[in-house]
T-cell receptor, first 115, second 113 residues
Framework: AQSVTQPDIHITVSEGASLELRCNYS??????LFWYVQSPGQGLQLLLK??????LVQGIKGFEAEFKRSQSSFNLRKPSVHWSDAAEYFC?????????????FGKGTKLSVKP | DGGITQSPKYLFRKEGQNVTLSCEQN?????MYWYRQDPGQGLRLIYY???????QKGDIAEGYSVSREKKESFPLTVTSAQKNPTAFYLC????????????FGAGSRLTVL
């Protein structure tokens, strides 16, 4: 069965420091991978997605993620965190190629930013 | 502006009452989804619909019902059979079929008193 693991429930970083949020997935075929961000009491916003091609994908707000098939990972990175990045981040995986479009979400990583 | 409108934003319900959460979209997307979010649990799929007049159960459909009479609308009813309905409910849409980007509404928070 498909699954997504985000090992870190809560991460705190200083403003200006680099960030890496981990995501591991379990899926039998080539996955479609997504990172979403959620501010408190709001819906989810797409940061970036990977379908195929270049394994390093760029997203909005200066985020990037790298797909590593050998490690079944899709970690999210940002070189310098801003206070406005404080939010909860969700990794998701889905099947490709015309199958049912349901995405499986990880349980999320909450990011706090210290001034 | 194209988007997804969920209403109400906040809803309080007494035990034993059914409530209906509204989800309306003007994105002309084919598929619509309902997710439930609880702290530390991520998002869990309740129901989804890929076409008008058709919908499928997700992982936690018990105690919920939906309808899809129009492409734009996918209301969710939380029935009295749902034992723990207090949660944040998210509606999402998706263009076409197959895995693709989900676009989310702002959510509805249901509290059972």
């Amino acid at each position: 069965a498909q699954s997504v693991t985000q090992p870190d429930i809560h991460i705190t970083v200083s403003e200006g420091a680099s960030l890496e949020l981990r995501c591991n997935y379990s899926y039998g075929a080539t996955p479609y991978l997504f990172w979403y961000v959620q501010s408190p009491g709001q819906g989810l916003q797409l940061l970036l997605k990977y379908f195929s091609g270049d394994t390093l994908v760029q997203g909005i707000k200066g985020f990037e993620a790298e797909f590593k098939r050998s490690q079944s990972s899709f970690n999210l990175r940002k070189p310098s965190v801003h206070w406005s990045d404080a939010a909860e981040y969700f990794c998701a995986v889905g099947a490709g190629g015309g199958s049912q479009g349901n995405l499986i979400f990880g349980k999320g990583t909450k990011l706090s930013v210290k001034p | 502006d194209g988007g997804i409108t969920q209403s109400p934003k906040y809803l309080f319900r007494k035990e034993g009452q059914n409530v209906t959460l509204s989800c309306e979209q003007n994105l002309n997307h084919d598929a619509m989804y309902w997710y439930r979010q609880d702290p530390g649990q991520g998002l869990r799929l309740i129901y989804y619909s890929q076409i008008v007049n058709d919908f499928q159960k997700g992982d936690i459909a018990e105690g919920y019902s939906v309808s899809r009479e129009k492409k734009e609308s996918f209301p969710l009813t939380v029935t009295s059979a749902q034992k723990n309905p207090t949660a944040f409910y998210l509606c999402a849409t998706q263009q076409g079929t197959g895995a693709n980007v989900l676009t989310f509404g702002a959510g509805s928070r249901l509290t059972v008193l």
